[in-house]
């Protein structure tokens, strides 16, 4: 058993034990990472206020961090209150003199202004964080208000640009505290964009949301997953934190209080609104049945889809491929020959790969799109695919990592696709496979049944799939004309492996597919 990742806190002590090291120790150990807190201030306050900060000297700072690089080096550093310049020139020497022995992710959590308004930043500290401690920055997590100090006023996907712009990898700019029907951040990294959204959750519990968010962001980035993902981890174990119920001795706000079970609560699973323009409402769950289910064959001829079906297989999906050069007249009579080919009974259903518009005048039961096909999306087409979907057509969409699927609860699919589960030479991809544990988790916390795909080359790897409570299970080379395996084959492995399926015992983590 491996230890457990280490991550520095270095932050402020908060008297009333609300945010600072006291928050980020409650965020770590939900996150299951070990956390080394390190006092940049003593701060005299209680649930109502910052009445006193008290920086630590210089060589306090840097006898304690000297002290941990010994014996407990870090994956990952945080930085919440830091009290001067002085003390963020230290900060920035240990990451540079860390960082030319092994990789150290800095995540910079700027403490600008207390709640009640106080600010806990000079002109000088500012200037520092631009200059020296942004542009070393793995990720930045500051709020509304703090991100307008440090690059000014504007929309906050610019903001978030202009924080880019001065070296920061990835930025994600809280707004837990703005009202609305939902907690809205914005977050940019190299892998997405968009507002990472949750249903808002009446509390006034909420002192430490910005520390347990940076911190479980931390953790995420000390357990191997990249920004993008860690960000939706902090999203959920900072919601998950929120209590309506609970009592509280204080007069204020009580403290978040992140648990270790956050991530198997799939009511904390946020969705991933890649515009601009935030979004108004959560995205309603689809209705309707579950439009695939057990064996689903992929193939790119008609013909021997309508043979798949033949031989009772429920679900085909048509993958067909329009050659660069290919005339449009031509690609239309093609596809629409290939799929009237594909004769379908009833009860069964066809899927067609890609081709949404043409998916809908051919009158296909689903359309399957993966990311970058939503990505390329104008805003015209997304306009008309919701009104197609509105007639009638079935979506289902490719998902990879976390904000994938992130991505995937703002569209709202009839099902959503894990994959690959196994290494799969079908296609080109960076993600490594996802296993039947990750299979597991997606079939236990996402928002639509979920279809395992990738490396499904032999019956009994099906019935793995089977048995993690997928709705279904994607096979290609295995019903290939000339495969060793016929369809009965494939048929009572899926039923041999759903008849074994416990989906409860899905990990508690998934693993970092990228």
């Known amino acids: 058993m491996s230890a457990e990742p280490v991550v520095w806190s270095i932050a402020g002590l908060d008297s009333g034990g609300g945010a600072g090291l006291s928050a980020d120790q409650r965020a770590a150990d939900a996150a ?22 008290f920086p630590v000297p210089v060589e306090q700072l840097q006898a304690q961090l000297d002290a941990l690089a010994t014996d407990l080096p870090p994956a990952v550093i945080k930085t919440g209150l830091l009290g001067s310049a002085a003390q963020l020139a230290v900060v920035t020497r240990v990451v540079d003199r860390l960082r030319e022995h092994r990789p150290v992710a800095l995540v910079v959590d700027p403490v600008l202004r207390a709640s009640t308004g106080a600010s806990l930043a000079d002109e000088a500290l500012l200037r520092a964080y631009r200059d020296e401690l942004l542009p070393r920055a793995t990720v930045a997590t ?45 977050l940019a990294t190299p892998q997405a964009s968009g507002w990472l959204a949750l249903p808002r959750r009446p509390t006034g519990h909420n002192h430490g949301t910005g520390c347990c968010f940076a911190t479980g962001l931390a953790g995420a980035l000390a357990r191997g997953f990249v920004a993008t993902d860690a960000a939706i981890v902090a999203k959920m174990l900072t919601t998950g934190g929120l209590d309506a119920e609970r009592d509280f001795a204080g007069g ?5 209080r992140p648990t270790l079970g956050f991530m198997r609560d799939r009511t904390l699973l946020p969705a991933l609104f890649d515009d601009e323009a935030p979004p108004d409402a959560w995205p309603p769950a689809p209705q309707a049945p579950p439009p695939v289910t057990g064996v689903y064959a992929i193939t790119d001829d008609g013909r021997h889809a309508a043979q798949l079906f033949a031989a009772g297989i429920a679900t085909v999906q048509l993958r067909l491929k329009r050659e660069a050069t290919e005339p449009e007249a031509h690609w239309q009579a093609r596809l629409r020959e290939q799929v009237l080919a594909a004769q379908r009974p009833a009860g069964a259903t066809l899927v067609l790969n890609d081709h949404w518009r043409e998916a809908l005048a051919l009158a296909v039961d689903v359309v399957h799109l993966g990311q970058e096909d939503l990505l390329a999306l104008s805003p015209q087409d997304r306009a008309d695919l919701a009104r197609a979907r509105r007639r009638g057509l079935r979506l289902g969409l490719s998902t990879h990592s976390l904000w994938e699927l ?42 639509a049944p979920v279809v395992g795909i990738g490396g499904v080359l032999a019956p009994d790897q099906l019935a793995e799939v089977a048995a993690t409570g997928a709705q279904a299970g994607c096979v290609v080379r295995g019903l290939a004309p000339g495969s060793p395996h016929g369809a009965d084959t494939w048929l009572r492995a899926w039923r041999r492996g759903h008849a074994r399926s416990e989906p409860t015992c899905a990990p508690a983590w998934p693993r970092p597919s990228l």
């Open 252 to 256: 204020g706000a009580g403290p978040v």
């Open 406 to 447: 992130a991505r995937a609860v703002a569209w709202a699919p009839d099902y959503v696709a894990c994959g690959p589960v196994w290494p799969t030479l079908t296609k080109v991809m960076p993600w490594r496979p996802q296993g039947l544990a990750n299979l597991g988790w997606w079939s236990a916390m996402a928002p």
């Open 32 to 53: 299951g990472v070990h956390l080394c807190p390190v006092a940049a201030a003593l701060t005299a306050q209680n649930s109502r206020a910052v009445e006193a900060v």
């Open 142 to 186: 500051p709020n509304r208000r703090e991100a307008q100090r440090l690059v000014g006023p504007g929309p906050v996907p610019q903001q978030a640009r202009a924080l880019q712009a001065l070296g920061v990898g990835s930025v994600c700019i809280t707004g837990g505290d703005e009202g609305g029907p939902l907690s809205l951040d914005w």
